[in-house]
């Protein structure tokens, strides 16, 4: 069977790191058909907009992307083209799996960590709502709703029973914010009275980050607004080696879009040595939704024996190869 992806390499790394994840699928010997469309930088350059037509254009027909880092400008500069995407494609769920990889080591390497984050992704603080209202005092908006919110818990109890997970956690602020957040923990309450196979916890997010740190192999499955999932996500992508490390995905009804969440790295951006980790393992989690679960489950084999044997490992994780060297090494083990 043949697929139709779109292939989104995004600034900096982006190109290299997408360029290997591309070789490996190639390798699998799984038929695709890339439609490459550039984001960021190079789309800029070429068509005066970070985030052009084309994009939606190429999304409209495959309803499938694959797309690498890319940069956003801190306090100025154009919005988040991440973001954009997100809220245009109506991507609601950001789907965060943190697991250690064999041979790695961290400060947590010993310790059983195999934990989900469904992380809402529309809206929260993320949706841009800004205004000054007088000079230097500055107001943004919380937004939060029941369907955004009944919608995201849904789907981290559903998957939960797919998987055979045992345990959701709701992270939340309800004790300050108990409008905004008080409305979520409502969605999540009346959602887990639909699933009583599943045990249901709640967690205030200081203490949520607090108990990631301390003991992060007690967590399952966790379900969050934006904003503390934007922030857990990366804490406990901390866990287990960094961002170079762990795969995202952005989930709708018709369309997603696999991504690599870590930065585009500009200074290291045409030198070889970054780690395309990330990515494969986010086309991982694309090639399972494509119903290419044996090709993904020998890619993600691959991977990990990789990581094992420790002589071809990024300089990000401790060894000495570059991006070439790792994935060849991945392909090898294929």
């Known amino acids: ?3 139709h992806i779109t292939l989104l390499p995004g600034d900096g790394i982006g190109p290299e790191v997408a360029d290997a994840t591309v070789k490996v699928i190639e390798a699998l010997g799984v038929d695709v058909v890339w439609d490459r469309v550039d984001i960021g930088v190079e789309a800029e350059r070429a068509t005066g907009k970070f985030l052009p037509d084309t994009v939606y254009e190429s999304l409209e027909k495959t ?10 400008p801190i306090a100025k500069g154009h919005p988040s083209v991440n973001v954009a995407l997100r809220k245009h494609l109506n ?17 947590y390497s010993d310790v059983p960590i195999d934990l989900v984050i469904f992380r809402e992704n529309t809206e929260d603080l993320y949706s841009g709502i800004e205004h000054e209202v007088v000079t230097d005092v500055v107001e943004s908006l919380k937004v939060i ?10 789907a981290a109890f559903e998957w939960a029973v797919l998987e055979g997970r045992h345990k959701v956690v709701a992270v939340h602020k309800a004790n300050i914010m108990k409008m905004s957040d008080g409305l979520f923990l409502r969605c999540c309450r009346e959602v887990a009275a639909g699933f009583p196979q599943i045990e249901y916890g709640e967690l205030i997010v200081d203490n949520a980050c607090m108990q990631l740190v301390m003991r992060p192999e007690t967590f399952d499955v966790l379900v969050t607004t ?36 870590h930065g585009s790295a500009p200074d290291i951006a045409g030198k070889g040595l970054a780690n395309p980790t990330a990515l494969m393992q986010s ?30 490992l990024t300089h990000d994780v401790g060894g000495s190869a570059g991006t070439k060297e790792f994935t060849q090494a991945v392909i090898d083990k294929l």
């Open 1 to 3: 069977m043949s697929h």
């Open 63 to 72: 309803k499938i992307a694959l797309k690498g880092p890319v940069g956003t």
């Open 283 to 312: 086309a991982r989690l694309m090639l399972s939704r494509l119903g290419e679960r044996e090709a993904a489950r020998r890619m993600q084999k691959a991977i990990e024996a990789v990581y094992a044997g420790g002589k071809h």
């Open 226 to 261: 934006n904003l503390y999932g934007d922030i857990v996500s990366d804490l406990t992508a901390g866990l287990v080696g960094g961002l170079g490390i762990v795969p995202g995905a952005n989930l709708g009804d018709t369309c997603a879009v696999f991504e690599a969440v």
């Open 145 to 154: 709703t029941k369907t955004a919110s009944m919608r995201i818990a849904k």
């Open 91 to 107: 991507l609601f769920v950001n789907f965060r799996p943190v697991k250690m990889l064999p041979g790695l080591r961290t400060r």
